[in-house]
């Protein structure tokens, strides 16, 4: 589960881990995010990114990556 976002995070130049993703999977799998992809999109940045500088890399992976989502089902069906 969302290893393509990880890479796509990478290929666009956020550091991210890959312990990072795991939390990540963790948090989704607790159902920390399950509303809309707004908490998604919160909820992966504060995993994922840890200086803010790489913010604009985060939401430009995070735009190609789930260009046409609207809800957290279809992320989970990814």
Same mark, same amino acid.
């Given at each position: 589960?969302?290893? $393509?976002?990880?890479?796509?995070?990478? $290929?666009?130049?956020?550091?991210?881990?890959?312990? #990072?993703?795991?939390?990540?999977?963790?948090?989704? #799998?607790?159902?920390? *995010?399950? *509303?809309?992809?707004?908490?998604? %999109? %919160?909820? $992966?940045? *504060?995993?994922?990114?840890? +200086? #803010?500088?790489? %913010? +604009?890399?985060?939401?430009? *992976?995070?735009?190609? %990556?789930?260009?046409?989502? #609207? $809800?957290? +089902?279809?992320?989970?069906?990814?």
């Amino acid at each position: 589960m969302f290893i $393509s976002l990880f890479n796509t995070l990478k $290929s666009t130049g956020v550091p991210c881990t890959l312990r #990072e993703l795991l939390d990540l999977v963790g948090a989704v #799998e607790k159902k920390l *995010a399950f *509303a809309n992809m707004q908490d998604f %999109y %919160y909820l $992966s940045r *504060a995993a994922l990114v840890k +200086d #803010e500088k790489h %913010y +604009d890399k985060f939401d430009r *992976a995070f735009d190609i %990556y789930f260009k046409g989502i #609207e $809800s957290i +089902d279809d992320v989970l069906e990814m």
